[in-house]
């Protein structure tokens, strides 16, 4: 198993990259291609394709991204095809994105082909914050467990073991949770026509 790690307060240059797994703390700059089963860290990654099965990072780059996960603080991209989902925890800027499942704060996507679009916001009152946990406990974390479960079916891993991806989601949702908890933020589910799937400023 090929595995590179790119150190805090470094910066790596490639034409292109093949991996097993990449850890990126510091910096990665990629002209071409980076292809790996996993990306994680809480560095930043720029690169003109990415294709990867899960990618857990702080910052994001890319012309083009394939993956079957995607969690990070900012994404910037032209095009995210993305099978499970996406949270971009901070923003996401992008061209098109085509997604079963999209989560994101702050938001600039010109076309968006999805099932579901959720929109973290700040709070407006007190009933909003209320729904929102709520909403985050009988609805949310279902359908999380539910891809988890999946996920772990499909994939057999060592049960004595966690993988830092699923512990980097863990930690993504159980943030998600509090924060809907303490009233910092509402939720809205945006509704998403086959006509028409654009995402919509609410």
Known sequence: MKKI???IGTT??????????????????VNGIIR??????????EADRIDAKVIVISR?????????????DEIFCDTAIVSVGIIAKDYID????KT???????????????????????????????F????????????????????????RPNPASKDPMDLELERTVNNFREKYRKGGYRLVLEAVSPEKREMRVV
């Open 5 to 7: 790690v790119v150190n």
């Open 12 to 29: 790596e240059r490639h034409e292109n990259l093949y991996a097993d797994e990449i850890v990126v703390y510091g910096r990665l700059i």
């Open 36 to 45: 790996a089963k996993k990306i994680y860290g809480n560095g930043i990654i």
């Open 60 to 72: 994001l780059e890319a012309d083009y991204i394939a993956a079957r996960k995607v969690i990070a």
């Open 94 to 97: 992008a061209e098109h994105v």
């Open 100 to 130: 079963t499942r999209l989560t994101s704060t702050l938001s600039r996507v010109n076309s968006v082909e999805a099932n579901e679009i959720i929109r973290l916001l700040p709070k407006r009152s007190f009933f909003t914050a209320v």
């Open 132 to 155: 929102c946990s709520w909403f985050q406990e009988h609805f949310f974390l279902w359908r999380h467990s539910r891809v988890v479960k999946r996920d772990a079916l499909a994939e």
